[in-house]
């Protein structure tokens, strides 16, 4: 659908952009600047070489739009736009802009290992969204350089509650997810959250929970 000669997923961003009335190269620049990388507004704005505050009303028409999703770290407040993230909202975007434009010129060359590792990252970021959909108040978390892919508040069985720090793989094999289980420990001992939670349970999510997650999410 996107990398054949005729692949008609080519022209989507522009079809996306018209359907919302956001046609046009700054909301293009825009989505183009996060699926490349760049995440924090100041940043976005840098790599189109304007003033950040000129974006403010199009960041608001893309979320608005679904296109875009704002990311604030869990216990972190909704009115700090300095630890505010953007990434792509729509799949199939995040699919043309972290993938398909930056690599369509050469896919051809690609053998069929470098293709499945692009499809894999493209995966495991669409994943990790969904598991955070699945667990009501679940959110990302940073701080420095600390980084978990999702935290979230959990009942206890015998009552009381405690605070959940996963992290989420598309794939995984059963000797690296106790390596991934320790290292996540290590990590969270070095995160601010630590210092406000010592009731805490970790764990490593892949695809092989699918069916689990599912259950949940009806």
């Known amino acids: 659908m996107f990398f054949s000669p005729m692949g008609w997923m080519e022209d989507e961003p522009r079809r996306v952009l018209a359907d919302e009335r956001l046609a046009g190269l700054p909301a ?6 996060i699926g490349r990388g760049a995440h924090r507004p100041r940043e976005i704005a840098g790599r189109l070489g304007v003033a950040q505050t000129t974006l403010s009303k199009l960041f608001q028409a893309l979320l608005d739009a679904s296109l875009v999703i704002r990311d604030i770290p869990f216990e972190a407040s909704e009115r700090d736009p300095k630890r505010t993230l953007y990434r792509l909202g729509d799949p199939a975007l995040r699919f043309w802009f972290s993938v398909y434009s930056h690599h369509r010129t050469r896919w051809a060359t690609y053998d069929h290992a470098a293709k499945a590792e692009l499809l894999a990252s493209h995966c495991g970021a669409v994943f990790e969204d969904w598991v955070r959909g699945v667990h009501p108040g679940a959110r990302r978390y940073w701080d420095g350089t600390v980084e978990f892919d999702m935290v979230r508040d959990e ?5 009381g509650r405690r605070l959940v720090v996963s992290e989420i793989k598309w794939r995984t094999a059963p ?3 106790q390596r991934l289980l320790a290292q996540l420990t290590a990590r969270f001992e070095r995160s601010s959250l630590a210092k ?10 892949d695809a092989s929970e699918l069916p689990r997650l599912a259950q949940l999410q009806r």
């Open 155 to 159: 009942q206890r069985r015998g009552g």
């Open 175 to 177: 000797a690296e997810s």
């Open 196 to 205: 406000r939670h010592r009731d805490v349970r970790f764990e490593i999510i």
């Open 28 to 33: 293009t620049s825009v989505l183009e600047a």
